[in-house]
């Protein structure tokens, strides 16, 4: 085919069905405004239209799976990987199709399933051709209407997940978060690791796994379930196949949202022998998204260690050479707990320890410059769109994570207003009251031969090894 | 590799789907059922005078860019003894332009923008991404850095230590070193045989007067591609390019890789014995054309077909079925410019006996040459790669890069349409055809990663 010299072609892709960019002074973002459509009690479905490409997806949480039950008290046992097993399971075998039919119908059409769970919830996503709307939502009224859990691959997945686990403890950069979230927060809901491990895993049986999902007599997922459809898609028809397909059925609304609970202090030491690199993290308790001072703690985080020419990569990457790569930020997921990321050649340990613990400490004592809140600011929202709102499924997981949090939507649509209304005093404030103060609670990998006498004076310290079933220790 | 901690890029495998006309089309009368076509994204092209190509692709949806410059320079460009150059000026090009030094990732980020990199053995490339009123600053800072660099020896010290530890880092991984065994088993004259890296010993040894002449032989504007996609309205923005790289020189002319690869005429095999890796791997290549053969489509469907998602062939037997691995994947090693590797990987599960997946690998290549592909498995391949396309096309940074690889690759971007062409167009006689071609013992390099020390 041939096509003229210089301009070419076509139609340039069409625009969102409503604009992202509201039009302002600072070319401000905002969330697009999602078609509701209104079904049963405890489901709650949006529709994102774009026609942009000719490509459909879904993103569909379920809360409340695996929880233990409410009259059952904080104390009680968890059985971490049991969500994320429903969640593997979920996607192997629904309706009429056997784990083999499914993955086959849905790659035949050049589509993706692929599911997860995270504390809160589990997760199934997906993404077809557009000519495929309707047996990708056939798709999705059978993975949650009529899994079939079955046994054979319930057993298949909980393998998968054991090796998955010990390839992963060989790599300490796979697992340091996990023994991270389990030292700072305990074995509880927010500090298990969701993917289980070795011990917890081998303990769980196809009916713990299939308990976790239904209800006695009642078919269907235990929880509310957000449903966000998007893409090139026609409103009507889909509005009209989700009623088909959910008909009266309800869902329970209650779920609990999980607590955050106290940070623990002290160091955890994870032994690996033969480990060259050191992996380690420090930090505490920090704030929420929906806190009022979240637009201070971006803007202070991004100088701290939120870009490439942050505080700390800067120390300890650009000018010491000691690391590919230091950072820190809050985890939202967790109550915002916050933690410093940075590892080393196992002979610089030392060196590394001391250079990130000194650029926090810097931080907190003196703060940052006018010169450095402006770069911040200009630097989040210039990066905020194509991270978070460029696609339709972006923009759709955005407003999941909002409902899942409670954070309330004008919490995006204000962000920018928010980030310009910060001076440098308010930084300041936050920095010292929401910045976690001495003492700090660590996880450091490695040789603990050599590590020893590295992190003894950092705090308290409990050693385990990587060997060991587990994450340290609940 | 990537300034973040990301891999290195070295199989970019370009996604692409047959489309006969430029607009939307209908299936067509003579392919009932067959997919619908999609849309190429607008684009105009300008070439300046020093050989500079630069495309543009505005799209208004959000009030960013995202901006590609493509250098046909990798390690395919280096020698014996200066191995890992092309990889090293990715680092140093973000450290040493005239006016903006050391503070040309400050710069960027206050004006809103981020930006990494990647080297590969064939092209290195560079991406900004930043809000569209950033535009001006951004072309500056590009051409100041394309303009001439300033080898400041404490900074090229400190660069050289961030190399090393790169190259440490990549070392401990047993996947990472059995990968680059293979290439260097594999290949026996030509530079695909090191790795982008290179090797320590030359990482250590560089001169000043080695990175000055790498710099002006190969960051020449006639050997780079400029993409910028996103909120630009295009004439002003080729305008404010001509005005700063269009005075940039032409380079002094170099010489292109002239040691060509020596067909390989019997099996090779090599094997890595690490005491600290925990689990088995093996890995098996075959020699195959250079991206730009006509043979390449087939090779992407081949891909598909035998690892191309769970319900793939390899997938089915190795990780499901049979429970031998943890995973595998199959695939070019591409996009390249010069003859190629296809290979299959496998990460064994504990205790796995490599030489029982070896087996199986043969057994369903065997079988896919035999009785050739189901309809089934066609149908699969074209719109697996159709729809990596659409995701492609749907962001600014997608777009560069897509139609960035496909100017360089390709022979322009404009020969998109006849590849997507010759995607839709496989047959199953093709992948036979291929497969007993390129995919035979002779052919055959396989690096094993054994767990533990030598039994001798």
């Known amino acids: ?474 | 590799m990537s300034r973040a901690p990301l891999r290195t890029l070295v199989a970019v495998s370009l996604v692409l789907v047959a489309v006969a006309s430029p607009v939307w089309a209908a299936p067509s009368p003579s392919e009932p059922g067959a997919p619908p076509e999609i849309a190429l994204p607008e684009v105009v092209e300008r070439t300046l005078d020093n050989g500079l190509c630069v495309l543009i692709v505005p799209d208004h949806d959000i009030p960013n860019v995202s901006l590609h410059v493509f250098w046909r320079v990798g390690s395919r460009n280096e020698t014996t003894g200066t191995t890992g150059l092309a990889h090293f000026f990715e680092h140093m090009m973000f450290t040493g332009g005239a006016r903006y030094g050391a503070q040309f990732d400050p710069t960027m980020e206050a004006a809103g923008g981020s930006n990494n990199a990647y080297t590969s053995r064939d092209v290195t490339v560079y991406q900004d991404w930043f809000p569209s009123s950033a535009l001006p600053l951004i072309l500056d800072m590009e051409t100041d850095r394309m303009s001439g660099m300033v080898f400041d020896p404490d900074v090229v010290a400190s660069e050289r230590g961030v190399v090393t530890g790169e190259w440490r880092l990549y070392r401990e991984d047993p996947g990472e070193r059995l990968l680059e065994l293979l290439w260097a088993t594999a290949y026996v004259a030509h530079p695909y045989r090191w790795d982008v890296l290179g090797w320590k010993d030359d990482i250590d040894h560089w001169t000043q007067g080695d990175l000055e002449d790498f710099f002006r032989r190969h960051y020449a504007p006639e050997h780079a591609v400029l993409v910028l996609a996103g909120d630009v309205e295009p004439e002003a923005a080729l305008a404010l390019v001509e005005k700063r790289m269009g005075r940039i020189p032409r380079g002094p002319g170099r010489r292109e890789p002239h040691t060509r690869e020596p067909p390989q005429e019997g099996e090779r095999r090599v094997v890595l014995h690490d005491p600290n890796a925990a689990l088995p791997q093996v890995m098996l290549a075959w020699h195959v054309p250079e991206t730009g053969h006509a043979d390449t489509p087939v090779l992407e469907v081949v891909e598909q077909i035998l690892a191309g998602g769970e319900s793939s062939r390899l997938h089915m037997r190795l990780v499901e079925g049979d429970a031998l691995c943890l995973e595998v994947s199959a695939g070019l090693q591409g996009p390249q410019f010069d003859p190629s590797l296809f290979t299959v990987q496998a990460a064994l599960r504990e205790g796995g006996d490599t030489a029982t997946v070896e087996r199986v690998v043969g057994e369903e290549l065997a079988r896919l040459v035999s009785d050739g592909p189901t309809a089934d498995e066609l149908t699969k391949a074209r719109n697996v790669l159709r729809a990596g396309m659409l995701r492609r096309l749907r962001t600014n940074d997608g777009r560069a890069e897509l139609l960035g690889e496909t100017e360089v690759f390709h022979g322009g971007w404009r020969r998109l349409p006849a590849r997507l062409a010759a995607l839709r167009a496989v047959t199953a006689a093709d992948v036979q055809r291929v497969l007993a071609a390129y995919v035979t013992a002779k052919n055959r390099t396989v690096a094993t990663l054994v767990v533990g020390e030598s039994e001798e």
């Open chain 1, 1 to 474: 085919m041939r096509f003229g010299a210089l301009v070419l072609v076509t139609l340039g892709l069409a625009a969102c069905a409503s604009p992202r960019i509201a039009p302002g002074p600072s070319a401000s973002v905002r969330l697009p405004e999602p078609v509701v459509v209104r079904l049963a009690s405890g489901i709650h479905a949006l529709l994102l239209p774009d026609p942009a490409v000719p490509l459909v997806g879904f993103e569909l949480r379920v809360r409340g799976v695996a929880q233990p039950p409410l009259a059952a008290g904080p104390d009680s046992l968890e059985q971490p990987g049991v969500a994320s097993l429903v969640a593997e399971t979920l996607r192997r075998g629904a309706g009429e199709r056997d784990a083999a039919a499914f993955r086959e119908d849905v790659e035949r059409r050049g589509g993706r399933v692929w599911s997860s769970a995270t504390p809160r919830s589990v997760r199934v996503l997906g993404e077809f051709l557009a000519e495929d709307a309707e047996f990708m939502l056939d798709i999705v009224g059978d993975v949650l209407l009529r899994p079939r859990f079955d046994h054979g691959e319930i057993e298949r997945a909980r393998r998968l997940a054991i090796d998955g686990v010990l390839a992963d403890k060989d790599d300490p950069e796979s697992v340091i978060g996990r023994y991270w979230t389990q030292w700072a927060l305990g074995g509880g809901p927010l500090g298990a690791p969701v993917r289980g491990d070795e011990e917890s895993l081998a303990a769980i049986t196809p009916a713990d796994v299939r308990a976790a999902w239904g209800r006695p007599g009642q078919p269907g997922p235990p929880g509310p379930i957000d449903l966000v459809v998007t893409g090139d898609l026609d409103v009507g028809r889909v509005t009209e196949q989700l009623h088909r397909i959910f008909g009266a059925w309800r869902a329970d609304a209650l779920t609990e949202d999980p607590s955050v609970p106290g940070v623990r202090s002290g160091v955890l030491l994870a032994d690996k022998p033969d480990a060259v690199q050191t992996y380690f993290r420090f930090g505490g308790a920090g704030i929420p998204w929906d806190h009022p001072d979240h637009a201070a703690r971006e803007l202070a985080n991004t100088v701290l260690g939120g870009r490439f020419t942050s505080r700390l990569n800067t120390a300890l990457r650009i000018e010491a050479g000691l690391t590919y790569g230091a950072g820190s930020g809050f985890d939202d997921e967790r109550g915002g707990l916050f933690a410093v990321r940075t590892y080393t050649a196992v002979e610089t340990s030392a060196e590394a320890i001391d250079l990130a613990l000194a650029t926090y400490r810097r931080f907190r004592d003196e703060g940052l410059s006018q010169a450095e809140l402006d770069s911040a600011r200009a630097y989040l929202q210039g990066q905020y769109a194509p991270d978070h709102l460029e696609t339709a499924p972006q923009a759709g997981s955005l407003l999941l994570d909002l409902r899942e949090l409670s954070v309330p939507t004008s919490a995006v649509d204000t962000y920018f207003e928010r980030l310009d209304a910060v001076t440098l005093v308010d930084v300041h404030r936050v920095i010292r009251a929401h910045f976690p103060r001495e003492p700090l609670t660590w996880v450091v990998i490695g040789p603990a031969e050599t590590l020893r006498p590295i992190v003894a004076p950092l705090g308290e310290v409990t050693e385990v090894s990587l060997g060991a079933p587990g994450f340290g220790p609940r």
